[in-house]
Each structure stands twice: as structure tokens, then as C-alpha cells.
């Protein structure tokens, strides 16, 4: 299948960013001029925007319509109100094969009682939609606005400097968002949350005003150092915060508990798919649990590599694994046995290509997390 296109393919070819397939979406990896090293940087030491239109967008609206959200979704919408964003989770429901496991994580944006607007990640949108239009009471609308919308990241600690610039609405609360414009550009959603550990923004615009509000950022950065930053460089910024990739830290077999995301889960609440398989493994302990690694030595874990005890015994695997541009060493996420006891600190060893390299187990994050 030929990949999909963000509306803004065409200033990425320009600005002679290496494309990649990302869940069937062409998405730039990173761009000329730096690389995923002056990427990460920049949006650690300054600001980066990002182009991650990959991600879906979709509605649920009618009456109830949050009410229905938060009867699926994992976490507990009555813990927010209007104008606040949630992370949230959407398992498989009781009943099925893998009840428990992670269908999608995602952002749920509560406009109101009856307006909710959720950001789940590009290879489960369709998915996530579907499960949710076909649960729906009469009256409540589910729809896919994947193509209209475009999803811009303003990551870094001058990331406020910029909005400020444009006239956009950059002084709110963590998890919050509000609807402006600014500098010519169209209305638009600026929430402040994303995926780097930094102060930031994500901001939603009709796709097909996206390409003047990218223009607009990076204009009105350009004496802030603003760099256009890949998705290269936003794998290794959440790393380094022990952000999960799903994928890699969620799927269908790696629940919630097993991920240290019980967070997101509104273990109250009455209703949400999964929430008996859950209920019951939390009870019970899970058989495994994420845990961060940090090399000792100069090997740099990869994702899927075995994680072995002092007597080289395997004691889990690798679901994340990079180089880390702040700690100049390797860092990896790994889902390690609860059998095996293991605490923040002790020595390990990750299996690389057939090598054993030291590693010592830490708690996420490895770098200080400024994202409040």
C-alpha cells in the first residue's frame, strides 16, 4: 500500500527530511542538517516543532457522550473537567482473547458532557473509532476526522517564547488546552502536554491550515533556535523519560499493570473494558514489570534483547533501547520477571548480539522531567 501522506509532505521533501514508513504514514525521521542528535537537543536545550499528523484524531459527541467515553476508556473522566486533557487507555474488553491488554493508549480532550475528542496513535485509530462507534448508544456520534485535522509539538523550554510570538494562548495548566489564533494563522487547539519530558504544546489545526501555521512556528522561532525535529528524535526523548511506546511498552500482551501505567486506570470506577482482567491480575500481582535500564558499559540495548541475571540467567527483555544523547550512554525500558526480585540498582546484563553488556536497573526517568 502506498503510504499516507501528511499535510505537510511537502515542506519536509523541502527541508530535506529522511521519510520513513510510521504505521502507514510517510513520516520524516529526521532532517538535514543535524540529525536526531541537534533534534533531541534542541527541544532539551530549546525548541523543536514536530509534525506528528500521523497521530488520529476522532469525535464522540451527542448526549452522554463523555459518560459513554468514560464507561470504555480506562481512566476516570470525572477526575477532569471542560478545558482539561487525560491520558487514557483503551483495552480489550472482557469476554476476549487478551481481555486486559492495550488496544491503543491515547488523549482524551473533554469539551464538555457531550463533546469529547480523543488522539489515539495512527496503527489503532481505525480500530479504537470502530470499537467505540459500534458500542455507541442512539444519539451519540463517533466519527474519524484523521484527515481534517493536523497535530503540530511545540517541545522545549522556549516553547512558550514562540506561542507568545504567534499570539497563541501559551500560560496554561499542564493537561490543559484553550482555542486561539494568532499571527495570521487559523483557529486553533493548543494543549499543553506532549511526549518529550519538556514544557510544550501540541496544537490541532484544520489539515489544511497546517501549512501556514508550520511556517508561522518556525518563523517566529527562528532567533530561538527552532529546529523542525523528526520522529527520530522524539523516540529518544520519550525514552529518556520512560514514556511507553505502544508496541513496545503496551500491547495486547503487555497490560497496564504489567506496564506500571495502573495511573491511567480508574480502578473505582464501575465500568471500562477490561476491567475484570485487570481487577484481577492487580489483585494477584503481575508476572512481570517495566523497569529501566541504564548501561554501565558502552553496548546500547535495542528493543527485544534478553535481560540476564549475574549468573546469566534470563530475567526479561528489552521493549525500548537507545542511545541517550543527554547521558552519552544506553538506556533501554525492559519488562523483567517479578519472580526474580529485583530492585532499583541492581546489576544486570542485556544480550547484545550474543555479548553480554552491564546494565544497572533505575526507575524512570532518566533525566529530570520538566513537563509542569
Not at 70 to 90: E, F, H, K, V
Not at 272 to 297: D, I, M, N, V, Y
Amino acid at each position: 500500500m502506498t503510504p499516507l501522506t501528511s499535510p505537510l509532505h511537502d515542506r519536509h521533501l523541502a527541508a530535506g527530511a529522511k521519510l520513513a514508513d510510521f504505521s502507514g504514514w510517510s513520516m520524516p525521521i529526521e532532517y538535514a542538517g543535524g540529525g536526531v542528535l541537534a533534534e533531541h537537543t534542541a527541544v532539551r536545550e530549546g525548541v523543536g516543532l514536530f509534525d506528528v499528523s500521523h497521530l488520529g484524531t476522532g469525535t464522540v459527541r451527542g448526549p452522554g457522550a463523555a459518560a459513554f467515553v468514560d464507561a470504555c476508556l480506562t481512566n476516570d473522566l470525572s477526575r477532569i473537567g471542560p478545558g482539561r486533557a487525560q491520558y487514557t487507555l483503551c483495552c480489550v474488553p472482557d469476554g476476549e482473547a487478551q481481555a486486559g491488554g492495550v488496544i491503543d493508549d491515547l488523549i482524551a480532550y473533554l469539551h464538555g458532557p457531550d463533546d469529547v475528542l480523543l488522539v489515539p496513535n495512527a496503527a489503532n485509530a481505525g480500530e479504537v473509532l470502530g470499537r467505540l462507534a459500534d458500542a455507541a448508544p442512539a444519539g451519540v456520534a463517533v466519527e474519524d476526522r484523521h484527515t481534517e485535522v493536523a497535530v503540530l509539538a511545540v517541545q522545549g523550554p522556549r516553547s512558550l517564547q514562540v506561542l507568545e510570538l504567534l499570539g497563541l494562548p501559551g500560560e496554561i495548566g499542564y493537561m490543559s488546552f484553550v482555542t486561539g489564533t494568532g499571527g495570521g494563522t487559523a483557529e486553533v487547539t493548543v494543549c499543553r502536554t506532549g511526549y518529550t519530558g519538556e514544557h510544550g504544546y501540541e496544537l490541532l489545526v484544520a489539515a489544511d491550515r497546517a501549512g501556514e501555521l508550520w511556517d508561522a512556528l518556525l518563523e517566529a522561532g527562528a532567533d530561538l533556535g527552532i529546529r523542525p525535529c523528526g520522529l527520530g528524535a522524539r523516540d529518544t526523548l520519550r525514552t529518556e523519560m520512560g514514556y511507553p511506546l505502544h508496541g513496545h511498552e503496551l500491547s495486547r500482551d503487555i497490560s497496564p499493570v504489567q506496564a506500571r501505567a495502573g495511573w491511567a486506570v480508574g480502578w473505582a470506577k464501575q465500568a471500562f473494558w477490561g476491567r475484570t482482567a485487570l481487577t484481577t491480575e492487580k489483585a494477584a500481582g503481575p508476572a512481570r514489570s517495566l523497569r529501566g535500564l541504564r548501561a554501565t558499559g558502552r553496548g546500547i540495548p535495542r528493543p527485544g534483547m534478553a535481560v540476564l541475571d549475574t549468573d546469566g540467567n534470563r530475567v526479561g527483555e528489552t521493549t525500548s533501547g537507545t542511545f541517550s544523547p543527554t547521558l552519552r550512554t544506553g538506556i533501554a525500558l525492559a519488562l523483567l520477571d517479578t519472580s526474580a526480585r529485583i530492585v532499583d540498582g541492581a546489576e544486570l546484563a542485556v544480550d547484545v548480539r550474543g555479548r553480554p553488556q552491564p546494565v544497572e536497573v533505575v526507575a524512570p526517568p532518566f533525566v529530570a522531567s520538566h513537563v509542569r
